[in-house]
């Protein structure tokens, strides 16, 4: 048995993506790694699982192939599940996802089925990484994310992650921007002004398509927004414990008689 | 222009479930009710979005109807999006969403398409609550539910609810349960043991359903999973910026150098 640790890649762009292959090629450098990762896009997916249908786990790598691969039917969470439970002999000592091919910064970490992976392998109590590069092009550069990828995996594995904590990494296009290190941040307070494109079928009937703007209404220095805009790779704690306690107080001062 | 407020009401188990029209007949007990629903059982999809497809939406409530009623080709989220940018002709005063036909205490808030609408709902600044009943069957009585259900939207309308927040109801089943009242809680630390029951197609290939087992590792008695086995409805107030706070100091410990 290797004593080297293992590392459990996923994404939610599918097993071909270049941002995945990235990914893999860094981790390698770092432990022993095992690939499962959807078998086609799943963007947009938030924390879907799959529990009306089947899922399909498909062995991808060849014999003599440096890493184990497998591509499954599921989402980006059904991808670590199906990990863990089927795949691994032991469990991983980190869980990385991505690279993502564009931001999941600010808000976007609830709508990101990148991150939705890196949380349920946080919520299985396994050390885990979500990393985006601002970028949506298939081809775009993630050389230049390397370093900052593996400092951050490095230390994932040398010093842990708490439990109920996951980390969420975006990193700038290199297309825009010379990097200038890396910055923890705060989730910055935006959202989307949706758009919605509204057309006909060659029928006659309406339908949309779901377009928007990304706004950030937070002007603090201490965001992830903030951050990325003066070159900094964002690294943000994310919790997967949703409660608002700071808003229990007020509650209890509801009246719920009839 | 009716002064009543205007509520939007969706769901995740789609527009026919008797769990939504449950909570479309207790709320035109409060104000003007807009249903935007999806046209199928989307359950366990999580804060999934639609960007790789189109959205159909069709009206199917008839002329004279009390309510306003559309069916959406999307997700839960994509309904609370489509409904406030392309129904309403004014910002809703409350969004509720379900009721659900299943529990979404405790870990299940990230799994859930019902929390994903009120969450999406309440990214927008509109205050609501996701409502999930205990009972998974499509024939639960949901008539127990209905006082508690008015109670806490009354206190939703007439309180507000703060920004950043919404509010996460399950009610216990009256099948086993005589309820007791609501309590204000925060959500149990507990998650999903998995089993893959693993099948063979009739070509011999291997296939998977998703199944597990729901553990609750929290002792705690200020937490949803207590009040629900003591007969209380649970109220936790759920947030969104998903920032560890606690821990971006012991991040910036870590060693970034080459």
Redesign the interface.
């Known amino acids: 048995m290797s004593k080297k640790p293992l590392i459990l890649v996923t994404n939610d762009d599918g097993i071909t993506a270049p941002g995945i292959l990235t990914l893999i090629e860094v981790m390698e450098s770092l432990g022993d790694v095992v690939v499962v990762a959807p078998d086609s ?1 799943q ?10 249908n ?4 498909d062995k991808v790598s060849k014999k003599g192939d440096k890493t184990l691969q497998y591509s499954c039917s ?1 989402t980006p ?2 991808c670590v ?2 990990a ?3 795949v691994l002999d032991r469990r991983p000592d980190l869980c990385v996802s991505g690279v993502n091919h564009g931001s999941n910064s600010s ?1 976007n ?3 990101s089925g990148t991150m ?1 992976a890196a ?1 349920e392998a946080g ?2 109590g396994i050390p885990a990484i979500g990393f985006s590069l601002l970028d949506y092009s298939w081809d775009a550069d993630f050389e230049t994310a390397k ?2 990828i593996k ?2 995996a490095k ?1 994932a594995l040398n ?1 842990g992650i ?1 439990e ?2 996951v ?2 990494v975006n990193i700038p296009s290199s297309e825009n921007t010379k990097i200038k ?2 910055k ?4 910055a ?1 935006a ?1 989307w002004k ?3 494109d ?2 006909q079928t060659p029928q006659g ?6 377009t928007g703007e990304f706004v950030n209404y937070d002007k603090g220095n201490d965001t992830d927004e903030h951050a990325l805009s003066e070159g900094y790779v964002s ?11 700071h ?2 107080q ?3 001062s ?5």
Chains 1, 2 share one sequence.
């Open positions: 896009p963007s947009g997916m938030g924390h879907a699982i799959t529990i009306n089947v899922l399909h786990l599921g969470a059904d599940k199906i863990i439970n089927e808000i970490v609830i709508y939705s949380v919520v299985e370093k900052y400092q951050i230390n010093n708490a109920g904590v980390l969420n290190g890396i923890v941040c705060r989730q307070r959202n949706e758009k919605f509204k057309r009937k309406d339908y949309y398509w779901l690294v943000v704690p994310v919790q997967f414990d949703l409660t608002a306690h808003y229990i007020k509650l209890n509801w009246q719920f008689e009839d």
